[in-house]
């Protein structure tokens, strides 16, 4: 095999005769296993000519060695320039080295104070050198089942500061210790270096080198053209033993920072220089811009024919934290690393986020959207691979489906949702079920009383608030209308009844059902009581129609401990009505600098939440305040005590009424005003009038409709 070292003058390439060192076999084979195609075979003789690049950017380029063949060394050992110390810490990859000027903290004054907070948080480390530590093992989640080296640190250049996180989705570890201050913190040289001015660096003072061919074959195999890599300056460079890609990043022309990647796939970015976008340049001016999450996705993106897209420097964080935010200007990527927006970015009208399908993916561009203003986000949704999975990037996209796919998933990218803001077509399966019919109670349910249908029907989420003077049959009209109700749809109630025993309760319901009376008493006059057969089919029905709400020990309700239990019913239940009667007998405590206006206006808006929220319907009985100069009518929906909010804010309104002088008609009559519907599909503001039967509590039509609109 052919073997690549650096001559004595340093980093210049070299190619060495054939080795068959079983290191480099077993390493090679290694690779194969972990499907790398990096280096996929010895380079022959006809590897295709790479050329010189063109010179468009990045000053001071020595375009040297172009065409030549490179292949790296497959060795275990590394051939030469080991670092100046020891920085082994549980088993990293990188090797960083402290800046030149710097102080060392590798067990100097500084580390002392940091080494403690870190101790404090469950992170040992021996030696404190600054730079990043990559694949050690977190202390968190020691890497899972598979014992994953996922745990990243940042050692700040200055020594005082670290932060960290752990790269496996189910740990996500991230965290970083305040500024580590010691008795000489105030030093001099500290705070110099803490200013420490970004590295200026160029393609030839990194030693980068044009692509060989087996990695422009590399990019190939992933459908990246050569002029892709060319145009973005897609270059390589020799690290240790092997070689590396190296993704330049540039701002106006001029390198700023460079990022690695090596054949397991393993990223690190030149120390001491900016953490700017990949491909910064290329949204200048544009008022669309794409963001990806990789530099592959980044050339990828080209191929579709987008150049106006970057790619963030460092992946996906796997969570979205609320906590530790960068100012405004900057977004969270996921080695913590704070981002500086661009100028472009901030102005671009359109940004489109087309991040990874996985979850850190989605928390990406979560934090992007947060940032940039999820108002002129886009997002992207990645098409199907095949019948079983969606690709998850667009590089995937384009090796699988191909460049048009990629376009159209640009193209067809969606509005990035905003909390609380909506278009219709967010709703059009609902409303096609409503428009269809296919859902029921889009017309209400039929009260079951003729004369009201076209007044007023029950429809689920609504809040009916039901009115009349003491005794003028309320309550008794509403248990009747459950009655029905349960009869032709099948409901099921919760009962909030304060006023009624549960016993009496009991008996007025069962006498609506049987449709006899409970007692051999004069009520019942001739008619035969419900007898013991009839009685226990009774039982059984109030147990299966009826949950009871009620306080046990005698105090009084609060409109959130009913809705509370109201919600339990629902969902243990799936009750469909809520009766809370009377109002005036629920606790209304409210603080002392709150009108009783302004407390039942918030109270129904809880009552409405819930009804809404539960596709529940609520009936709510409120009585009217003492009305002087009664003449025996029907009470005005604004005379209800407390507020004026019970009719504004109420979906129906309905007034119970009903005759008490025999002079003035029939006394069993009882008229049903219905006084406010919102819903025109519902009903309508207009008077209905029942018969009431003394004996079984039942309610009838009259013979004549009486009804007046
Ligand atoms: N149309 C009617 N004719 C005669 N009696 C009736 C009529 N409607 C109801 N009643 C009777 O009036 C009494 C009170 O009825 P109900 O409890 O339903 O009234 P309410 O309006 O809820 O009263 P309150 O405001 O005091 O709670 C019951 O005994 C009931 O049988």
Request: proline share 5%; charged share 25%.
């Amino acid at each position: 095999m052919l073997r690549l070292a650096h001559s004595s003058r340093g980093k210049k390439l070299a190619f060495l005769s054939s080795s068959s060192s079983s290191s480099s076999t077993a390493a090679f084979a290694a690779m194969s296993h972990m499907g790398s195609r990096f280096f996929p075979k010895p380079a022959t003789a006809s590897v295709p000519h790479f050329p010189p690049l063109p010179s468009q950017f990045f000053s001071n380029i020595n375009l040297c060695r172009a065409g030549k063949r490179l292949l790296p060394v497959l060795c275990s050992k590394p051939i030469s320039r080991n670092h100046s110390r020891s920085l082994y810490i549980n088993g990293h990859a990188t090797l960083p080295v402290s800046p030149p000027g710097n102080i060392s903290v590798g067990g100097g004054w500084k580390s002392d104070a940091l080494r403690k907070q870190l101790a404090e948080c469950g992170i040992e480390m021996d030696n404190l050198a600054p730079g990043q530590y990559n694949g050690l093992w977190c202390p968190k989640c020691q890497g899972g089942d598979s014992g994953e080296k996922s745990f990243s640190i940042l050692i700040e250049a200055d020594g005082t500061r670290a932060s960290w996180i752990c790269h496996r989705a189910k740990c996500g570890w991230t965290g970083g210790t305040k500024h580590a201050t010691s008795s000489t913190s105030k030093n001099p040289v500290q705070q110099r270096t803490r200013q420490k001015k970004a590295r200026e660096i160029t393609e030839e003072s990194l030693q980068l080198e044009p692509l060989c061919s087996e990695l422009v074959g590399y990019f190939k195999e992933r459908d990246i053209s050569r002029e892709t890599l060319l145009r973005n300056r897609v270059m390589q460079k020799a690290h240790g033993n092997q070689i590396v890609i190296a993704f330049t990043y540039g701002r106006n022309g001029m390198l700023v920072s460079c990022k690695y990647r090596d054949i397991n796939k393993k990223f690190w970015q030149e120390k001491d220089t900016e953490k700017i976008f990949y491909g910064l340049d290329d949204i200048k001016g544009s008022d669309d811009i794409i963001i990806v999450e990789g530099e592959m996705d980044k050339l990828a993106m080209e191929e579709a024919g987008f150049r106006n897209c970057v790619s963030v420097p460092d992946g996906a964080p796997p969570l979205v934290s609320s906590k530790d935010l960068p100012p405004e200007s900057q977004v969270c990527t996921k080695s913590g690393h704070k981002v500086s927006v661009s100028l472009e970015l901030q102005r671009a009208s359109r940004i489109i986020l087309a991040t990874d399908g996985d979850p850190p993916g989605q928390a990406l561009a979560e934090e992007l959207a947060r940032r940039l203003g999820r108002e002129r986000c886009w997002r992207v949704k990645w098409p199907r691979k095949n019948a079983d999975s969606y690709c998850k990037d667009a590089n995937e996209v384009l090796m699988y489906l191909g460049p048009q796919a990629l376009k159209d998933a640009i193209d067809d990218a969606e509005l990035y949702p905003i909390k609380g803001l909506f278009l219709f077509r967010d709703f059009f399966d609902e409303i096609d079920s409503y428009y269809h019919q296919t859902q029921g109670y889009q017309f209400g349910v039929s009260t079951g009383w003729k004369s009201l249908d076209g007044l007023y029907s029950v429809l689920p989420g609504e809040l009916t608030i039901v009115s009349g003077v003491p005794n003028s049959g309320k309550s008794e009209w509403i248990d009747a209308l459950l009655c029905n109700l349960n009869r032709s749809a099948d409901w099921k109630f919760a009962l909030c009844s304060m006023e009624n025993n549960v016993r009496d309760h009991a008996r007025k319901l069962m006498e609506k059902y049987v449709r006899k009376p409970f007692f051999d008493a004069p009520y019942g006059e001739s008619a035969e009581r419900i007898d013991v057969m009839e009685y226990e089919r009774g039982k059984q029905w109030l147990n299966d129609t009826f949950h009871l709400i009620r306080c046990e020990d005698d105090a009084l309700p609060s409109i959130r401990w009913v809705l509370s239990l109201a919600k339990a019913a629902v969902l243990r239940y799936g009750v469909r009505g809520l009766v809370i009667d009377p109002y005036n007998e629920l606790d209304h405590q409210r603080p002392p600098n709150m009108t009783e206006t302004e407390y039942v206006s918030q109270m129904l808006t809880l009552v409405k939440r819930f009804a809404q929220h539960h596709s529940c319907h609520v009936w709510f009985v409120a009585h009217p305040r003492q009305l002087h100069n009664w003449i025996g009518g029907p009470p005005n929906m604004y005379d209800i005590s407390g507020s004026a909010h019970f009719i504004n804010k109420c979906d129906n309104g309905i007034i119970i009424h009903r005759n008490r002088n025999p002079d003035a008609g029939d006394i069993d009559q009882v008229q049903i005003c219905v006084r406010k519907v919102r819903n025109k599909v519902v009903g309508t503001i207009g008077d209905a009038y029942l018969s009431y039967n003394r004996v079984t509590g039942e309610f009838r039509d009259t013979e004549v409709d009486h009804r007046r609109r």
